[in-house]
């Protein structure tokens, strides 16, 4: 992908560019980014413009074999790693190493690479475990680094949420990282840094991104989507800056998650004071698992926040959705006004008992019954 192809950070791209036309690459860059502003984009345009054999305007070119090598993932001299889980095999192939992952890796970045850390694992077919960057995979990128280059220029290790990767790999990578030899780059990606450990943080040049502009946000999803100018704009504000949650939403479309879907049936039922549909909802939820239960309460939050909005008359910057208005419309003419500060205030305290393990059936029969009395 060339820099030209990039949404927003143009600041970071130039100085990536001049670093590359200077030879002054430093040797570990580390990207931080929120999830979905495009941290991948960036590194990849980046190597191609490295490898590219005939710049264009300040760009690679798109067409030299390195180029299409690069575009399509496969350079023999830029090696991937990300977390996997041994205990995941495909195909019987019980190597438990990364590259048996690769088909699938390739296939998510040019699908979407504002990908984040669920998503990788979804579809890598381990969702269901942790992944990690083993002791065996920091030996193999050693390895891979100390062949000399296939094609005689530089080679790169792309590493996908070092964050993930444990003590003991973190200390085997320390000093190839300090010193990973001539023409030898890494180039990590967190959105998490301060899980990293520091000794690999002081050895990297951090690069952070920052949220895309909501107006250049808006240009590329009228773009990108064919949405109008109302509704780009709508999109662009609710993500808060990153391309990957907004093609996200409207992947989603009008039709409202589960998580609202739960919460708006609490309120309701509390205002009718049905007692016994309000109970079921609270079973329900308590049997959900933690990560939706987490859901409920953040999507509860948010159905707050645009019913507080409205009541005060402010429906155009309550951001909701053309969909879920008139639900809205109809609740909020109906809610106590003191409410809104207090709900918040539960389902934030809820969101951290839910955190400190306590039994969700505790957690979700008191906030049932506070919005009960109160709403
Ligand atoms: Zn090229």
Avoid at 47 to 64: N, P
Avoid at 196 to 214: F, K
Avoid at 233 to 249: D, H, P, T, W
Avoid at 251 to 276: H, M, T, V, Y
Wanted: charged letters at 25%.
């Amino acid at each position: 992908m060339p820099f030209s192809k990039i949404t927003g950070h143009s600041a970071i791209i130039d100085n990536l560019r001049s670093m590359v036309d200077a030879g002054r690459m430093p040797h570990a860059v580390l990207f931080v980014e929120k999830e979905g502003y495009g941290a991948l984009s960036v590194a990849l345009a980046t190597l191609e413009y490295m490898f590219c054999r005939e710049h264009r305007e300040g760009d690679s070119c798109g067409v030299c074999s390195n180029c299409i090598k690069t575009g399509k993932l496969v350079h023999p001299d830029i090696h991937f790693t990300f977390p996997i889980n041994v205990s995941t095999t495909i195909g019987g192939d019980k190597r438990g190493d990364v590259e048996q992952f690769y088909p699938a890796w390739r296939e998510l970045v040019k699908r979407n690479p504002y990908f984040g850390e669920q998503e990788l694992y979804k579809a890598l077919g381990i969702d269901n475990k942790l992944g990690t960057i083993s002791v065996a995979e920091a030996n193999s990128i050693i390895r891979k680094l100390s062949l000399s280059s296939y094609e005689g220029g530089a080679r790169v290790m792309l590493v996908m949420f070092p964050e993930r990767m444990n003590q003991e790999a973190a200390n085997k990578l320390l000093k190839n990282l300090e010193e990973p030899g001539n023409g030898t780059y890494y180039f990590l990606i967190s959105h998490n840094p301060e899980r990293i450990i520091s000794t690999i943080l002081s050895r990297c040049r951090i690069v952070e991104l920052h949220p895309i502009e909501n107006g250049i946000l808006q240009q590329e999803l009228q773009r990108r989507c064919g949405l109008n100018e109302e509704d780009a704009a709508f999109r662009a504000r609710c993500s808060g800056g990153s391309l990957g949650k907004a093609l996200e939403l409207i992947g989603r479309g009008e039709e409202q998650s589960e998580e609202n879907g739960i919460f708006i049936s609490i309120l309701q039922n509390a205002l009718r004071k049905d007692l016994a549909s309000l109970m079921d909802s609270w079973e329900q939820i308590a049997s959900c698992g933690k990560e939706k239960q987490k859901g409920i309460c953040i999507e509860g939050g948010e159905i707050l926040r645009k019913l507080y909005m409205m009541s005060l008359g402010l429906e155009e910057i309550s951001y909701s959705s053309a969909g879920e208005r008139e639900k809205l419309r109809e609740l909020s003419g109906k809610i106590r006004p003191d409410f809104y500060q207090k709900g918040t205030g539960w389902l934030n305290n809820a969101l951290e008992c839910i955190e400190r393990n306590v039994n969700p059936k505790f957690i979700f029969c008191d906030l049932c019954n506070r919005i009960f009395y109160n709403i």
